[in-house]
């Protein structure tokens, strides 16, 4: 199995700018999430989707923020405007369906930089 | 809301020597526990995993253990090598929610 795929891997970009972070799910799971680590804040989760579907979206951190899964091999990450305090790594992780829907597997991750 | 504290956070040990990092959550209703390593520009990686209904959990070098009355949780690593190095993350999962609540991490160096 290839693995949570995240795209790119690495974005930089100036204040004001709109960012999209991409992700594509291990194949046959049905829950998928956003997550962004910094080094003040940790690991937080952004947003989790089942079955395409936003579900908890309480940690997006303001308007700015959106997400969008249009099928169940593709969720996007949308930042509009970007701003400085944005930069962190955002990873996407996957979880299967049934009893180990607790067990999430993360992607590599993508480092963005605003600037 | 779930909170996990995770110590210490950082940890050197010689190489051969073992670690150990524990864990405490606060909400009794959390039932599954895993531990994440994170390499330098890498994603968390899954290492092992216990749920509430176990004590204690092995995988070769690596082992979890789970107090649920006094709810923590703590990993140990054995026999430790150079690429044991990384940052180590445990997390409590609650399934109201289905969300998992992650410590502040530790980073282990493991010294040759």
């Known amino acids: 199995d290839a693995g949570v795929i995240q795209s790119p891997r690495h974005e930089v970009t100036e204040m004001g700018q709109e960012v999209t972070l991409r992700c594509k799910p291990i194949?046959?799971?049905?829950?998928l999430f956003w997550y962004r680590q910094t080094m003040m804040r940790g690991l937080e989760l952004l947003i989790y989707f089942n079955n395409n579907v936003p579900i908890d979206d309480s940690g997006m951190p303001e308007d700015r923020f959106s997400a969008k899964m249009p099928n169940a091999s593709f969720s996007t990450l949308k930042i509009q405007p970007s701003e400085p305090r944005d930069s962190a790594v955002y990873f996407c992780?996957?979880?299967?369906?049934?009893?180990?829907?607790?067990?999430?597997?993360f992607g590599p991750g993508t480092r963005l930089t605003v600037l | 809301g779930e909170n996990v504290e995770q110590h210490p956070s950082t940890l050197s040990v010689q190489e051969g020597d073992s670690a150990v990092i524990k864990c405490t959550y606060s909400?009794?209703?959390?039932?599954?526990f895993p531990w994440y390593k994170q390499e330098l520009g890498k994603g968390p990686q899954l290492i092992i995993d216990?749920?509430?209904?176990?004590g204690e959990k092995k995988d070769q070098r690596i082992a979890v253990t789970l107090n649920k009355t006094a709810k923590h949780f703590s990993l140990h690593i054995t026999e430790t090598q150079p690429e044991d190095s990384a940052v180590y993350f445990c997390?409590?999962?609650?399934?109201?929610?289905?969300?998992?609540?992650f410590g502040g991490g530790t980073r282990v160096l493991v010294k040759p």
């Open positions: 909400d009794s209703a959390s039932n599954y």
């Open positions: 216990i749920r509430s209904n176990v």
């Open positions: 997390a409590a999962y609650k399934a109201a929610g289905n969300k998992l609540t």
């Open positions: 194949s046959g799971h049905d829950y």
């Open positions: 992780a996957s979880s299967p369906p049934g009893p180990r829907s607790d067990t999430q597997y």
